[in-house]
């Protein structure tokens, strides 16, 4: 696989290219690095295991909100707007449902 835009050859294992599934993200930071854990939380099951974590610069934890921010614009361009349920929490004020902490 090839990227044109910056002629960077990328190897794809075989292993890795079957991907995981995720339905919750937890991001933490230091004053160094982003750390988003990968997990998957199961109906009836009360314990997520995380399956990836990626460590990133700032610099690349910004970029990859923006690579992720164009390609959402892109997505719903072609596909009509993402609808995200924004539960309450007991002050009465929204939450992503993301944990915010520290690495």
Do not use: C, W
Request: glycine residues 6%; proline residues 5%.
């Amino acid at each position: 696989m090839t990227n044109e835009k910056h002629g960077i050859d990328i190897e794809l294992d075989e292993n890795v290219a079957q991907g995981s599934y995720a339905n919750l993200a937890i991001i933490s930071h230091s004053t160094s690095e982003f750390v988003i854990d990968f997990a998957a939380i199961m109906p009836g099951v009360p314990k997520a295991k995380v399956k990836n974590r990626i460590i990133l610069t700032p610099e690349h934890a910004k970029r990859l909100l923006m690579s992720l921010q164009d390609n959402i614009t892109r997505y719903e361009s072609a596909m009509g707007r993402i609808n995200i349920p924004m539960p309450e929490t007991e002050e009465g004020s929204q939450t992503l449902g993301f944990n915010i902490g520290e690495a």
